[in-house]
C-alpha cells in the first residue's frame, strides 16, 4: 500500500508542481495589472504621446511613443543622437558637427537604442510589467528596505529585451499597489543583487503617475513632463 502511494505522489507531483506555479504566476499578474491601473491604466499609458526626462545628470531623452523618434543629447561627450526605435536610422551630431560615415552612424543607432531601451525602464518599468516576454512570478511576502511588509515579484525575460539575461524582483505596496523598491539582477541566475533602489516620489503627469526618485544612492530622474507634442524638427536636427 506504501509502495502504491509513493508511485502516486511521483506521478502526481509534477501536475502539483505545475498548479502551483500557474498559481504563482496568476497572482503575479493580478498584481501588475492592479500596479499599472494606479499609475493611470493601460489606457492612459497607451495614449501618451511625447515623453521627456533627464536621466540623472547624465543625458537628456525626448521619446515620441507614437512614432518611437527618440532623441538623446549627452552634453558631458558633447554628443547627440537622433533616431527611430524601429529603423534605427538617423542623425548623429558631435560638436555640432554631423557623422556622414554609415560604420559610425550605425554604431550610434545601436548605441541610442540601448540607451533609450536602459533609460526609460528607470522610468517606465511598473507600465511594462505585462509587455510580451515577460515572465511573472510571485514570491510571497517580503519587507523592502524601508521595513515595509510589500508583495514581491519576480520579473524575467523570455528572450526579448536588450539583456534578457537580467532578472529583476519588484516590491509593491499591498495598500496602494505601488512600486517601492526593485532588485536588480545581472543574470537570473544570480542570489544577490547587483543592485537595489527605492521608487519614491511618485507624482501624476498628465493622466499617469511615476516616480522619479531612486534614492541618495543614484538620485532622481529630473525634469520629467508628459506632451502633446514636441518642437518641429526635434529628431532632425541640433
Known sequence: MNKFLCILFLLLLPALVFSQNQASADRAIVIADSVIEVMGGQKNWDEVHCLRWDFFGRRTLYWDKWTGDV???IPLQKLLILTNLSTKKGFVYRDNHELMQE???????????????NDSYWLIMPFKLRD?????????????????PCLKLELTFDNVGVTPDNKYHVYVNPKSYLVTQWDYFEKYT?????????WDNYQ?????????????????????AVQEQFREGLFERP
Open 132 to 148: 510580451q516576454g515577460v515572465k511573472l512570478v510571485y514570491l510571497g511576502t517580503a519587507n523592502d528596505a524601508s521595513g515595509i
Open 204 to 224: 501624476w503627469y498628465g493622466k499617469i503617475l511615476l516616480s522619479d526618485d531612486r534614492g541618495t544612492a543614484r538620485g532622481k530622474l529630473a525634469n520629467i
Open 71 to 73: 532623441r538623446i543629447e
Open 190 to 198: 544570480d542570489e544577490n543583487p547587483s543592485i537595489s533602489n527605492p
Open 103 to 117: 560604420d559610425s552612424i550605425a554604431y550610434f543607432m545601436e548605441r541610442g537604442y540601448k540607451i533609450w531601451a
